[in-house]
């Protein structure tokens, strides 16, 4: 958890006569989620993805991220799970 400014987004901060802040939705609980938390444990700066790769969270799921991995875990594992049956029956 490295809660870092990316690239040169707070530059442009300051000289900005307004700043709107987009929230989603915690996939967890509901609340407003002010975070990205990524599903896998890939460590590269940028990784291209979208909700396969992450998933928007609130502050206190960020923070205590092992509830929200190991959730994301047992989707993606049921997906794959899915996915593998799906392609057995093409198969066949």
Not at 44 to 70: F, Q, S, W
């Amino acid at each position: 958890m490295c809660r870092r400014s990316f690239g040169a987004v707070l530059d442009i901060i300051p000289i900005a006569d307004s700043v709107t802040k987009l929230t989603a939705r915690c996939e967890v609980c509901g609340h407003k989620a002010f975070f990205t938390l990524r599903k896998n444990c890939d460590t590269r700066t940028e990784l291209i993805g979208g909700a396969d790769v992450y998933m928007p969270v609130c502050r206190k799921h960020y923070i205590t991220n092992h509830i929200v991995i190991k959730a994301s875990k047992k989707v993606l594992e049921d997906s794959d799970k899915a996915r593998a049956e799906s392609c057995v029956a093409a198969t066949i």
